[in-house]
């Protein structure tokens, strides 16, 4: 049996076992305190979201907003999770089809049947454990899920930013449709990386920088994701560098499309330099964008 191992456990959250389960308790406990309007605003069926994959100290209290609203309707069957790409240098999606990952909480079952169905559907997916070995973008997301979704399988996803990441995320989308059991749809990717360290200043350094890379730059993806704008989303990371994982997040909103979502509703937008402020009152020189962002499919959509 394949067992993935976690890669990042003691770096972007804690690999001991009681410290990683009362981080993942803070976290949602804190964005089910700070839900807001927009949580409420939510309309019809939760299908999926599309949370960041830092550190949890950077991005956790933002990914939990999704998974907290998540946890809100009936516990899946499955969870499909589309993955960003940071080493893995393949052209097609790679599926981790068998066994299971172990994290700080203990293994996560594969859902075999779903990964079988899902490559007899496209040859742009192709079975690929290996490429998942030192990929963080999912790992950061397993524990909420465990702590949430106890007995849920999963099958991850990695997706290249390509334009074939919007025919992966349909035919993923095609065969959850048929597919006889609960399934939701999470997919990943942080915004705009700005800063030296980033090698990305267009508008200098200061506020003003700051406030661009978010308000104006982050903005432009995250309208076109609640927009469900799939098709424009790799093109547009690419020209404006706002997003590290814009095949992931062309993949999930196909894919929910398809399940019958209309309509995306961003719960937090925030950066890496605001969250530092607030926790220890400063910043550094750089930040990373993060949103948190719900699918939902109304009942006459269905």
Known sequence: MKIREPVVAGQFYPERESECR????????????????????????LVGGIVPHAGWIYSGGVAARVFAALAGSKAPDSIVLFGGVHGYRGSEAALFGGGCWNTPLGPVGIDERLASRILG?????????????????????????????????????????????????????AVLKGHDKRTLVIGTTDLTHYGPRYGFTPRGDGPDAHRWAKEENDARFIDLMCAMECQRLVGEATAHRNACSSGAAAATIAAVTVLGACRGTLLEHTTSSEVLAGRFGGSDTGLVGYAAIVFSRLPDES
């Open 121 to 173: 559907e496209t040859d742009l997916i192709v079975e690929d454990p290996d490429a998942h070995t030192g990929e963080h973008s999912l790992e950061v997301q397993i524990p909420f899920l465990q702590h949430l979704f106890p007995d849920t399988a999963i099958v991850p996803i990695m997706v290249p930013p390509t334009g074939t990441a919007c025919d992966v995320g349909r035919a993923v989308g």
């Open 22 to 45: 009362r981080d993942v308790v803070r976290l949602l406990d804190a964005a089910r305190g700070g839900a807001s309007t927009d949580d409420a605003s939510i309309e019809g069926t």
